[in-house]
């Protein structure tokens, strides 16, 4: 088995150490990025948790508060709120016809 070698000059040499120093730098540099992600990532996933925890035990809170708190009936509000509501959208109508019957009641008072 014959073993073949190539001579490189100066520069050719000079590139590829460059090069390969360069692919080097950037593959550290990769892993640098990577490890601040995972460490970035740990963090987002025990917050998460402290955040789920948080929440379960504040709607556990909510739900012991409106089991104590006392059951007020407010109906009759809601259905005048309700009334009110139905009325504005009867009474709605074109601009021109609301025009038109300002127009009869500034005649009526002549």
Known sequence: MNSEYVRLNSEERNYGMKDMLQSQLAILNSLKRYREFEILRRQELTLKIALKTKVSETLQLIENLGKELPKV?????????????????????????????????IERLK
């Open 73 to 105: 009936k407010v109906e009759k509000e809601e259905k005048e709120e309700e009334m009110i509501f139905t009325e504005d959208n009867k009474t709605r109508m074109t601009l021109d016809n609301e025009l038109e019957e300002i127009r009869r009641k």
